[in-house]
C-alpha cells in the first residue's frame, strides 16, 4: 500500500522567512552570489528560496531512483522529505554564502548552492536519529519522523528501525552530492576534508550528549558549533578559496557564536513557548537534557529544591504543573539571568573578532547581522 506523508509546514521559522520569500522577486545576482543592496533578512530568505529548490530537485532524483530500484522503501524516503521541507530558516546555508561574501563574492554559486542543500540534508540525518534517541514525538510542530513511520507501518520497533533508516539515506544524498561537487581540485579537496570533520565533531558531540557528559560547552562546541555555524563557514571559505588568515578569522568568529546559539536553544527550552521551539514545552525537561542553566540551579538552589530538581528532570511522563515547578526552580535560581549575562559575553566575543578580519564589507554586515540573529531572545 502506498502511503503519503503530509506534515505541517508551521515552523516557528515560516512566518518571518515566507513573507520576505513573497516581496523579494530575487535576492541572488545572475552569478547566483547575494545581491548587495537586499537586507540581511532578505539575504536569507533568498537562500532559502534557492536551497529549497535545489532540494526538491535532489529529493526528486532520489525519490526517481529509490522508485526504480526498491519501490518499497518509497514510504521511508518521503518521511525524511516531509521533515527536510517542513521549514526553517536554512540558516546554515546562508552562512555558507555569507563567508563567500567575505572572501570572494560570487564565487562558484552551483556548488555553493549544493553544499548548502548538503547541509539541510545532514540536518535531517542528524534530527531524524536525535528525535528516535531522544524519544521526542514531535519535531517542527509536526510528528518526529520515527512517529510517522511508526504509524504508517503499524509496529513502533519497524518505525524507529526505518527511521534510522531514513536518515541513513539523507546520509549517503549528502555523501553524494559533496563528492560531485564542480569545483576546482584543491578547493573540492579542502571542502571534503571541512565536511568531514564537521560530520564527526557533531557524531563526537552526540555521543558526550547521551552518555551525560558534564562538560556542557564541549558538547555544544562539537554537536552544535560544528555544524551551525563553524563547519557552514569554513565550507565557504573552502569554496571562495580563502586564505589561512580568513579562515582563521572566521573560526575565531563561529567558535564563541556557536556556543552562544546553544545557549539561545537551551533558554528557549526552558523558557520558551510551543511556538518558538516547535516543540512540547517542558521537552527538554522530561529528556533530562543537560543544560548550563540546570548546572546552575543545581550549584545554587538548596539542598532540598535540588532533590525536587533531579526528582523531576529526565521524568517522561512529568506532567504540565511538574514541567512548570521545574522551571520555576530553574528561574529562582537565577540561572536565566547568568545564562544571558553569558550569551551577550559570547556574542561581543564573535564580534571583537569579525572587527579584526580583512572581510569584504558585505560579508562581514552579514556576518555581524547573524551574531545578533542566532542570539536573539525572540529567535
Same mark, same amino acid.
Given at each position: ?56 530537485a535532489l529529493l526528486d532524483e532520489g525519490a526517481r ?25 536554512? @540558516? ?13 563574492? /560570487? ?18 540525518? @542528524? ?21 510517522? @513511520?511508526?504509524?504508517?507501518?503499524g509496529d513502533a520497533h519497524l518505525g524507529a528501525a ?29 571542502? @571534503? ?169 558585505? /560579508? ?12 536573539d531572545r525572540s529567535r
Amino acid at each position: 500500500m502506498e502511503r503519503t506523508f503530509t506534515g505541517s509546514r508551521l515552523d516557528k521559522d515560516d512566518a518571518s522567512v515566507a513573507s520576505l520569500a513573497t516581496v523579494m522577486a530575487s535576492t541572488l545576482s545572475d552569478r547566483g552570489g547575494p545581491a548587495p543592496e537586499v537586507s540581511p533578512a532578505e539575504f536569507v530568505a533568498g537562500v532559502r528560496r534557492r536551497i529549497d529548490a535545489r532540494l526538491e530537485a535532489l529529493l526528486d532524483e532520489g525519490a526517481r531512483y529509490t522508485g526504480g530500484v526498491a519501490p518499497d522503501a518509497l514510504p521511508v524516503l518521503a518521511a525524511a522529505r516531509d521533515l527536510t521541507m517542513r521549514g526553517g530558516k536554512r @540558516l546554515r546555508p546562508a552562512m555558507l554564502f555569507a563567508a563567500i561574501e567575505c572572501v570572494e563574492p /560570487g564565487a562558484h554559486p552551483e556548488a555553493a548552492a549544493d553544499l548548502g542543500a548538503a547541509l539541510e540534508l545532514l540536518q535531517t540525518y @542528524l534530527l531524524i536519529h536525535d528525535d528516535w534517541m531522544d524519544g521526542d514525538p514531535v519535531r517542527r510542530g509536526a510528528p518526529s519522523v520515527h512517529v510517522l @513511520l511508526e504509524r504508517a507501518f503499524g509496529d513502533a520497533h519497524l518505525g524507529a528501525a526505518t527511521a534510522i533508516l531514513a536518515g541513513d539515506l539523507m546520509g549517503s544524498m549528502v555523501h553524494n552530492v559533496v563528492g560531485l561537487l564542480d569545483l576546482p581540485v584543491a578547493r573540492r579537496r579542502e571542502v @571534503l576534508k571541512v565536511f568531514g570533520r564537521m560530520e564527526h565533531e557533531v557524531i563526537l558531540g552526540q555521543c558526550l550528549d547521551v552518555t551525560r557528559s558534564p562538560d556542557i560547552e564541549k558538547i555544544h562546541a562539537l554537536k552544535t558549533g560544528s555544524y551551525t555555524v563553524r563547519g557552514p563557514l569554513l565550507l565557504g571559505a573552502a569554496v571562495a578559496g580563502a586564505s589561512p588568515e580568513a579562515v582563521a578569522s572566521l573560526e575565531a568568529y563561529a567558535h564563541p557564536l556557536g556556543l552562544a546559539f546553544q545557549l539561545r536553544d537551551d533558554v528557549l527550552g526552558a523558557f520558551g513557548s510551543a511556538a518558538e521551539t516547535g516543540k512540547p514545552v517542558g521537552g527538554d525537561f522530561r529528556e533530562g537534557k543537560e543544560t548550563l542553566l540546570l548546572q546552575h540551579a543545581r550549584a545554587t538552589l538548596s539542598a532540598g529544591d535540588v532533590t525536587t530538581l533531579n526528582g523531576l528532570v529526565g521524568k517522561r511522563d512529568a506532567s504540565e504543573a511538574e514541567v512548570l515547578h521545574v522551571r520555576e526552580l530553574v528561574a529562582a535560581s537565577g540561572a536565566r539571568e547568568v545564562a544571558e549575562a553569558r550569551i551577550t559575553e559570547l556574542r561581543g566575543q564573535c564580534l571583537s573578532a569579525l572587527s579584526a578580519a580583512a572581510f569584504h564589507t558585505r /560579508g562581514r554586515e552579514l556576518l555581524r547581522a547573524f551574531a545578533t540573529l542566532l542570539t536573539d531572545r525572540s529567535r
